[in-house]
């Protein structure tokens, strides 16, 4: 068969750090199929979504009015653990709504990275020093500890710290 | 000026009459990453995957690259897939591959619906167990043997020691503990009882009563409910809660069951960096409207940082809410590492909710250390 791709997605998410009190995320989802945009404003310090807009430009899939109006529901809630949880609650998991509430969860992780980014951005380039400085980031936080690879049990990243829970 | 941008890109090929692969990436501030994913079209089950870093961050990223291979032979149509990779190939490996697969196989299903001319192909869901999710009228049980035990470690310890947030397995599915071994737990090391807190889960009456009888050991009944302002931990309310309900609403049933109310680590927050970093100080979130609708808040919990606890006490002690202490425990070393001391009776979980009320109690560092109290 030729090369050719049947299908593509684009995706892209972007976080804008307006001011003081306030953050812009958005998300532009462009595939063979649908071609939609989600973005939100979300309110420090709480990480409050303060405002959610869907827009949904061209779609071989059903979406009602009521479905991108229902999206909406998320506003008030709050950027944390638990979030797809809840904004599936609220908002609902219609088969319709799935890509939409998939493009808020991203811009909601996007703020997040925003943030992790300047954690990450300080560690020293030093690996001895930068060592000491992920081992004293699990230190503090005890869910960082097995997050991932990098963090699991047997990595020198952890190596001497006690597990969290004994 | 933008401070984060992700861009991910897939494209689908059909590689033959029974194969989809899907080339992804996924590039931000933070990773780059690139997969080759083969899908079967007709069954939907990942049957390769090569993965590369083209950025990452600490020294140990790399070795996220084999972990790629338990994701071969899951089907991107079974339910709960995508917390399945998460929980696979993002906690054990890396999250950014993880996200950029569940990518790759969601846009192969959009493909593979277009294949099949717009019908998307269905895998029976599997067929849920209750599990006990039910609600029976309440029994009166003596409580006499059980009341003086407690009574008497209550003055030797100057008071009653109970781990109000325990979480046991199957009622609560991400939890390991059994509710057996759970309580043999809290006997050896020394509390005085445990306060069953599944998730959106109640807890039989009778069963409970059997438990107690069975291990002459104080077993309370609540339910940890998830509301569009967090985790509250409920005591007293029967009827059960399925799914996310708003706080306003809890609050109200709450109320007419004459039960109580807690925040559950309302200050839980993200792992590279926390509320400081956001502004949040204690006295912006005492301005919270959830600190107007619950009645108690915890301000120990084992599975938040330090921190965060010392948060919540400063809030509580701002909002003038009283403090509790559970364990969040998950498996069974985490029961009573963290629990609340009440200055009363406790034998059942009437005067559970009344000791609540009064506010007699104090969050106490059972079993771990820390330097906040």
């Not at chain 2, 619950?294 to 606890?309: A, D, F, I, M, P």
Request: with cysteine; proline share 4%; hydrophobic share 40%.
């Amino acid at each position: 068969m030729p090369h050719v791709l049947f299908f593509s997605r684009n995706r892209s998410t972007s976080v804008e750090h307006i001011d003081e009190s306030s953050v812009k995320a958005c998300c532009r989802l462009q595939d063979s199929l649908m071609d939609a945009f989600v973005e939100i404003l979300v309110k420090l310090p709480d990480l409050e979504l303060a405002e959610v807009r869907p827009e949904v430009y061209r779609s071989d899939r059903a979406i009602l009015p009521d479905a991108i109006e229902s999206l909406r529901k998320a506003i008030g809630i709050r950027i944390g653990p638990g979030l797809v949880k809840i904004m599936k609650g609220l908002v609902g998991d219609r088969e319709n709504l799935g890509e939409l509430l998939n493009m808020l969860d991203e811009c909601c992780q996007g703020v997040i990275l925003s943030f992790t980014k300047d954690a990450l951005a300080k560690a020293p380039e030093d690996r001895r020093k930068a060592k000491e400085y992920y081992a004293q980031l699990v230190k503090e936080n005890v869910r960082l500890y097995d997050s991932c690879i990098a963090f699991a049990p047997d990595s020198p990243l952890v190596e001497g710290i006690k597990p969290p829970v004994t | 000026m933008l401070t984060f941008m992700r861009n991910k890109v897939v494209g689908i090929e059909r590689r033959d009459e029974d194969t989809l692969q899907a080339y992804g990436v996924l590039e931000d501030d933070i990773y780059a990453v690139e997969l080759d994913v083969s899908i079967g079209l007709s069954d939907m089950v990942i049957r390769s995957i090569e993965g590369r870093f083209k950025r990452w961050t600490t020294p140990e990223c790399p070795k996220a690259i084999p972990v790629l291979q338990q994701a071969v032979g899951f089907c991107a149509l079974e339910e709960g897939f995508s917390q399945k990779v998460h929980k696979s190939i993002g906690r054990k490996g890396c999250r950014h591959f993880a996200n950029l697969l569940v990518e790759c196989c969601a846009t192969a299903e959009q493909a593979a619906n277009l294949i099949r001319g717009g019908k998307p192909k269905k895998i029976p869901a599997e067929s849920k167990s209750s599990g006990g999710r039910t609600q029976k009228k309440a029994e009166r049980h003596s409580e006499k043997s059980l009341g003086k035990k407690t009574e008497a470690h209550a003055e030797d310890r100057g008071g009653v020691l109970i781990d109000l947030h325990v979480h046991t397995y199957p009622a609560s599915p991400c939890s390991v503990a059994r509710v057996e071994d759970v309580i043999l737990e809290a006997k050896r090391i020394g509390l005085d009882g445990v306060c069953l807190t599944d998730h959106n889960y109640i807890w039989d009456k009778a069963r409970v009563d059997e438990l107690r009888r069975k291990h002459d050991f104080l077993i309370l009944r609540g339910n940890e409910i998830t509301t569009d302002q967090g985790d509250m931990l409920v005591f007293g309310l029967e009827r059960p809660i399925q799914g996310i309900i708003k706080l306003d609403e809890l609050r109200i049933l709450v109320s007419e069951a004459e039960g109580f109310i807690i925040a559950a680590h309302p200050f839980r927050g993200f792992l590279l960096f926390g509320s400081g970093q956001l502004g949040l100080t204690p006295e912006k979130a005492m301005e919270r409207p959830l600190f107007k609708k619950v009645e108690g808040v915890e301000v120990l919990n084992s599975k938040v940082t330090e921190k965060e606890n010392r948060f919540a006490a400063e809030v509580a002690k701002g909002t003038g809410l009283a403090g509790t202490g559970g364990s969040d425990a998950h498996q069974v070393s985490d029961v009573g590492l963290y629990a609340t001391r009440f200055f009363s009776k406790i034998r059942n979980e009437k005067e559970l909710i009344d000791a609540l009320r009064g506010g007699r109690y104090e969050a106490v560092a059972f079993k771990k250390q820390t330097d906040m109290l």
